[in-house]
């Protein structure tokens, strides 16, 4: 069962204080901006290192599923400050694997970016799981030993073996 529970604060000062319980908790981050605001990319960058931060992401950005999606992608080309290149290259540059334009007002690829965000989270656990060895001996504990349960005999403070 998948469970979506987005918190969409944009970037309002009076939620700051909820940064680190909502962030450590995270199993995703979407970082979104305004293709007609060039300020708005710019800032991009900041709450990727605010989320790094208060979120504690220690194994490296590549082992997390951030997302980054350009939002109004309805708008007139000559409104356009961040071109999709920009978007591509600044992804790049910041080892995120995972990008799309999308318009909220004509819900175009919105549900995509959800899907997208939601396979790259799938394909970065089972590669985790797999470095684990988990996927090929799931829950699997095998012990070893020449004691068996009928030649032991314990009580609360002590062991006895018979021989």
Same mark, same amino acid.
């Given at each position: 069962?998948?469970?979506?529970? +987005?918190?969409?604060?944009?970037?309002?000062?009076?939620?700051?204080?909820?940064?680190?319980?909502?962030?450590?908790?995270?199993? %995703?981050? %979407?970082?979104a901006?305004?293709?007609?605001?060039?300020?708005?990319?710019?800032? %991009?960058?900041?709450?990727?290192?605010?989320?790094?931060?208060?979120?504690?992401?220690?194994?490296?950005?590549?082992?997390?599923?951030?997302?980054?999606?350009?939002?109004?992608?309805?708008?007139?080309?000559?409104?356009?400050?961040?071109?999709?290149?920009?978007?591509?290259?600044?992804?790049?540059?910041?080892?995120?694997?995972?990008?799309?334009?999308?318009?909220?007002?004509?819900?175009?690829? +919105?549900?995509?970016?959800?899907?997208?965000?939601?396979q790259?989270?799938?394909?970065?656990?089972?590669?985790?799981?797999?470095?684990?060895?988990?996927?090929?001996?799931?829950?699997?504990?095998?012990l070893?030993?020449?004691?068996?349960?009928?030649?032991?005999?314990?009580?609360?403070?002590?062991?006895?073996?018979?021989?």
């Amino acid at each position: 069962m998948l469970i979506d529970l +987005v918190w969409d604060t944009a970037g309002q000062e009076r939620f700051k204080s909820l940064r680190t319980p909502f962030y450590r908790g995270s199993d %995703i981050c %979407i970082l979104a901006y305004a293709i007609d605001d060039r300020s708005s990319f710019t800032n %991009i960058k900041m709450w990727l290192n605010e989320f790094l931060h208060y979120a504690g992401v220690k194994n490296g950005i590549e082992r997390y599923p951030f997302m980054v999606v350009g939002n109004k992608s309805d708008v007139p080309s000559k409104d356009r400050e961040v071109t999709y290149d920009q978007l591509k290259q600044w992804c790049e540059d910041n080892k995120i694997a995972t990008y799309i334009e999308t318009s909220a007002k004509n819900d175009n690829n +919105v549900v995509e970016a959800f899907s997208m965000a939601v396979q790259r989270w799938l394909e970065l656990e089972q590669r985790a799981e797999k470095e684990l060895g988990r996927l090929d001996h799931p829950d699997t504990v095998t012990l070893h030993g020449s004691s068996t349960a009928s030649n032991i005999r314990a009580t609360c403070c002590s062991r006895f073996t018979e021989t």
